[in-house]
Every structure is written in structure tokens, then in C-alpha cells.
């Protein structure tokens, strides 16, 4: 373990040393009509909440995220995924706010998915556990937020598949939140989103281990999902980023199986990827991601006519994943409306994962955003 000099956890503006939680609820029928029994959500929370119950952010995660936004886990070297966002002073402001991060059903860690426990049969559900949608996925966290006692929350943000859950709150429980922070998303996948996760979950399809989603830690099908989140990473970065970084160049030390340092890269990142993440879960929630939809033009604008909150939505220029356009639909749809909505465009050169990395102008954003109380403030 770290000493704690090293520990950015020590530092004044971080949250420290955190534990992911789980709590068990009796169950949750999904939007198929199908029912989780029981169902468990693993969770995090940094910060107090207020007296009054008012003060409370809900942070939602991307496709390979978890519970784990900010701070420390005893032993790890680095923190969670938005550590730079989520601190005493802060843009998510622990020394005012109550931030809280769940892991969503459908993924592997600690939250009800393809590895809990099948009570018919005493195994992991693996490929029999029920279909989720984004839909259900905030469903299970509105059952979280009401454990606090929360009636109402200050905020729900989140990127990417976050973005689609922060969006997806305020159409399915309006009345449960002030603030909607979405970054680097859109109301639905194109046919191009879709080809993307379609060519990740033929790779594990295909992975000889497979076994129609039936496997043991012995013999996971491992190759398949190391290539599912190679194709995945290649967009999650601009070209720009990726000339910067590797260019032409070719791999670091004696790398047999690449030719470029592009492709080491990929590699590592694809043979990282299965220590860490399931193979039926990756196909569980890019389902999800692909089958969300809103619709788009006056069908998104139909959708989000009942929306009480005002939203923050950011985009990113140099992202070719979710192109700025599909934010762009999202703030016409809320303009149509006549719903607050601040509008930004940030020119940051890496590409769709920006809405994750340390930048002193989202900081900024994201804090002015929060701490306005003027709801025809825009950018």
C-alpha cells in the first residue's frame, strides 16, 4: 500500500480514504416485466447531507465505470474516475455537497448483474440474468436515493453512459431533481454508435471460451473482450490525441505482436480491461446503451416536455463518438421546451474520454453551473 505522502488522498482537496458499500432491497421489476430479486446496489458517498436532504449530487457512470468516482480505495495507487471533479472545493463540492455514486445493474461490480447470484440455482446468473435498460439502471438508483431520504436532488451528472441516465432522470422522475449535467452524450445511439458495440460483442461471441455466456475464472473468454475494449478505446480518442501520442511510432521495449506503439497501446489496454470487467456485462449494458432512446427532432422534443429541472449540457469538439450535434439536439428539444439549459462547446483535443480528464475550464463550468441560482443563466 501506498505511504500516505504519496496518497493524493491525504491531500485538502480530496476525499481520502473511501469503502464501495452494497445495499439489498427486496427487488426491482425491470421495464420487460421481469424482477431482480434481490436487488443490490454498490455505492459510494462523499461528503455530509444536509439536514434538510437538499444538498445531494447523484453521479452517474460511463460504460466501464463503477461506484468508484472519487478518493481512495486502502491499497490503490490511483483514485476514482472523477477525482478531479469531486473534492472539498472542488466543482462537485464535498464541503457543500452530498455526492453519490452507485454502480449500475447490469455491470460487475457489487450491483445486481451477470455475476450475483441466481436464487433458483445457487450459480451466477451469468447470460441468464434478465435484460436491463438504462431505464431500469435509474430506477435502481431512484430506490438508493430514496433510502437517504432524499425527496428531491440538487443534481444528477454524468458522461457518456452517464449523461444517458442523468438525461433519462429527470424524464422518468422529474419532480426528483433540480439539476441535469450532461456531457459528451445523446438521446439515442446512430447506427454508428450501434456498429461499434455490435462489433465488441461479436468479438466475445466469437471468443472459442464463450460457451453461450457460461464460463468459469479458469476459462473466461478473455481474447474476445480484450478485443471488445480495443475497438472501444480507438473511440474514445481524437486522431489528434492519437498522433500526439503515438503517431508512427513503433512499441515501447520488445513487443513481438505490434508493429506500431499504437497497437502495444491497444493491447495493454484490451489485456487490462478483462482483469477488471466481466464479458457477459460488457454485452449487458452496450445492449443497454444501444436500446436507449428518446428519440431525436420533435419526437426527443415530445419526451422531454414534462422536464422540471434546468440542465447543463457539454460537448466536446474534437468527439467523434458522440459528435457535438447529439448534445446540440438534446439543448434545441429543452430550448423548445422553454427549459433552462447552458450550452458548451469545449474545444479539448482528446476526444470523447475529455468529459473525464482534469481541465480548469470544465472545472469551472461545472462549478458556475452548480452554484447559480439564476435559471436563465447561460454560457
Known amino acids: 500500500m501506498p505511504t500516505p505522502e504519496k496518497l493524493e488522498s491525504t491531500g485538502p482537496q480530496s476525499v481520502g480514504i473511501v469503502e464501495t458499500k452494497v445495499l439489498s432491497f427486496d427487488s426491482l421489476t425491470l421495464d420487460n416485466g ?141 419532480d426528483r431533481l433540480r439539476n441535469c449535467i450532461v456531457m459528451a452524450s445523446t438521446s439515442e445511439h446512430s447506427a454508428q454508435q450501434i456498429a461499434f458495440n455490435e462489433v465488441g460483442r461479436q468479438a466475445i461471441l466469437s471468443d472459442p471460451n464463450w460457451n453461450n455466456g457460461v464460463y468459469g475464472n479458469h476459462n473466461r473468454p478473455s481474447k474476445g473482450l480484450a478485443l471488445a475494449r480495443m475497438v472501444g478505446h480507438i473511440t474514445y480518442l481524437s486522431d489528434e490525441m492519437m498522433r500526439e501520442k503515438f503517431g508512427r511510432n513503433p512499441p515501447k521495449g520488445n513487443i513481438q505482436s505490434a508493429d506500431f506503439a499504437v497497437g502495444s497501446y491497444l493491447i495493454h489496454q484490451g489485456e487490462s480491461f478483462v482483469d477488471r470487467f466481466d464479458a457477459n456485462s460488457y454485452i449487458y449494458v452496450t445492449k443497454a446503451l444501444d436500446h436507449y432512446s428518446l428519440g431525436t427532432g420533435k419526437e426527443l422534443t415530445k419526451a422531454l416536455a414534462a422536464v422540471k429541472c434546468r440542465f447543463l449540457v457539454v460537448a466536446y469538439t474534437s468527439d467523434w463518438l458522440y459528435p457535438p450535434y447529439q448534445s446540440e439536439e438534446i439543448v434545441k428539444s429543452l430550448e423548445v421546451n422553454a427549459i433552462p439549459v447552458s450550452f458548451v462547446e469545449l474545444n479539448n483535443p482528446a476526444g470523447h474520454d475529455s468529459f473525464l480528464l482534469p481541465s480548469l475550464e470544465q472545472e469551472s463550468i461545472l462549478r458556475d453551473f452548480l452554484s447559480s441560482t439564476d435559471e436563465g443563466y447561460f454560457y
Not at 443490490?40 to 437538499?54: I, M, P, Q, R, W
Request: net charge negative; with cysteine; aromatic share 10%.
Open 34 to 174: 421481469e424482477t431482480i430479486v434481490p436487488l443490490e446496489v454498490a455505492y459510494e458517498t462523499y461528503g455530509e447531507l444536509s439536514s434538510e436532504k437538499d444538498n445531494a449530487i447523484l453521479v452517474c457512470h460511463a460504460l466501464s465505470g463503477d461506484a468508484h468516482a472519487a478518493g481512495f480505495h486502502l491499497g490503490d495507487k490511483k483514485p476514482g474516475y472523477w477525482d478531479h471533479y469531486i473534492g472539498p472545493g472542488k466543482a462537485f463540492d464535498t464541503n457543500h455537497y452530498f455526492v453519490i455514486s452507485s454502480n449500475v445493474i447490469g455491470g460487475c461490480k457489487g450491483s445486481s448483474g451477470p455475476l450475483s447470484t441466481n436464487p433458483k440455482t445457487g450459480l451466477p446468473y451469468q447470460s441468464a440474468f434478465p435484460f436491463v435498460s438504462i431505464a431500469d439502471m435509474v430506477n435502481a438508483q431512484e430506490k438508493l436515493v430514496s433510502h437517504f431520504g432524499i425527496k428531491q436532488l440538487f443534481a444528477v451528472a454524468g458522461g457518456s453512459m452517464g449523461g444517458m441516465q442523468a438525461l433519462q432522470w429527470s424524464v422518468a422522475h422529474p
